[in-house]
């Protein structure tokens, strides 16, 4: 259960990089703007928000991924701790995007599901 927690967890993490590249760097251009659903003038007028909310999504992400490696280094609590506090941030934002924007559910199950069971089985496997 670990390996399958923590490969999850990395996918996660993998996929706010992502989501940080296209809020932060690629905003504006039409592929993301596409995802996102918004015109050139509704993407920017919000640049400087998106930017922002990027980087915290990759925040995320780093604190993810340091979380297993330093569980890999034989750190499990400390690692294992920054994996709860990382993915389990993306689930929880993830339920905000759900519950506020409902049209947005495939988005925010995308956004959450990985995380949610790679929380749920790194739990099982720390429990066991």
Not at 51 to 56: A, C, H, K, R, S
Not at 57 to 80: K, M, R
Not at 87 to 95: H, K, Q
Request: charged share 10%; hydrophobic share 55%.
């Amino acid at each position: 259960m670990t390996v399958v927690g923590l490969v999850l967890a990395a996918v996660a993490a993998a996929l706010h990089v992502y989501i940080w590249v296209m809020e932060s760097l690629t905003w504006t251009t039409e592929r993301t703007r596409a995802t996102f659903g918004t015109t050139a003038q509704q993407a920017e007028a919000t640049r400087e928000l998106a930017f922002n909310q990027g980087y915290y999504n990759l925040f995320l992400a780093l604190i993810t991924f340091a979380g297993i490696a330093l569980y890999w280094a034989d750190e499990t609590t400390v690692g294992a701790t920054m994996v709860f506090c990382g993915a389990g941030s993306m689930v929880a934002a993830g339920l905000v995007l759900l519950v506020s924007s409902p049209d947005k559910a495939r988005a925010a199950l995308t956004q959450l599901t990985p995380p949610l069971i790679g929380v749920a089985a790194l739990a099982i496997a720390v429990l066991d």
